[in-house]
């Protein structure tokens, strides 16, 4: 048995991974920082279906959160850490860069860059083969935002998972021969709950005839490409990105 973390499992993208990811063997933590029934709902689908799966709260954007999340994982999940899935993030209100203050971007840094990198960190130390660990996976889900900017809307939301494209092509070097992969996706026009805390929950249906396929995104295709890069069939790729945007 192998164990996964995966942060902001709670829905989504996160949830979706989960699930996939438990039904192809790993025992998974289900990270999640406000609703526990979501995460407890991940959880028992997993259960039932015949997989392991714990559900651990921790708010990944305060390093006490990140420590707590590894040290709870491997209590409840006493088996090697070989992945971790940096899916967390959040975005706020629709809004231009002249409008936003500057509490508004600690938030978005905090819980979408400096959560990540101590997530990352955290995992290096524990799978890097120069650690006595055996090697492993990280997957960082980032935004088709990071190239487009998101003008007008998520400009801090962009930048933050600019910032994450960033972490992938530098540790992806950093720890290329301790045994650790480190890749990303960058998925768009997904249907998830985080476009309601953007204050826009049908932004895919208003923007799905500018997508060259004509259609949203499904979490679950997205969890396809992670479990892929998490796997040994990607295991001579390191600093790769999967687009997954509909041809976007």
Not at 155 to 175: F, H, N, P, Q, R
Not at 194 to 209: L, S, W
Not at 221 to 245: H, N, P, Q
């Amino acid at each position: 048995m192998k164990t996964l973390i995966i942060t902001g499992a709670g829905r989504g993208i996160g949830a979706a991974t989960a699930r996939l990811c438990a039904a192809h063997g790993f025992a998974v933590a289900v990270n999640y920082h406000r609703n526990a029934e979501a995460a407890d709902a991940v959880v028992s689908a997993i259960r039932a279906a015949g997989g392991i799966a714990e559900a651990i709260c921790a708010d990944i954007s305060d390093e006490a959160g990140v420590l707590h999340l590894f040290a709870e994982t491997a209590r409840l999940l006493p088996w090697p850490l070989v992945g971790l899935v940096n899916n967390a993030g959040i975005l706020e209100t629709q809004m231009r860069l002249a409008d936003m203050d500057a509490g508004r971007l600690e938030r978005i840094f905090r819980a979408n860059v400096i959560g990540q990198f101590l997530c990352a960190r955290e995992a290096v130390k524990r799978m890097s083969t120069s650690s006595g660990g055996s090697g492993g996976a990280i997957v960082n889900v980032s935004s088709l935002a990071a190239k487009t900017g998101a003008p007008n809307e998520y400009l801090d939301y962009a930048a933050s998972k600019a910032a994450l494209d960033a972490l992938t092509t530098g540790l992806s070097k950093e720890v290329a021969a301790e045994g650790i992969r480190v890749n990303s996706v960058r998925p768009a026009f997904i249907y998830t709950d985080i476009h309601a805390d953007g204050g826009e929950p049908g932004r895919v249906d208003r923007i799905k005839d500018s997508i060259p396929m004509a259609r949203g995104g499904q979490p679950e295709e997205v969890a396809e490409a992670i479990l892929w890069l998490l796997s040994d069939k990607a295991s001579y790729a390191t600093g790769t990105f999967i687009d997954l945007a509909g041809g976007k």
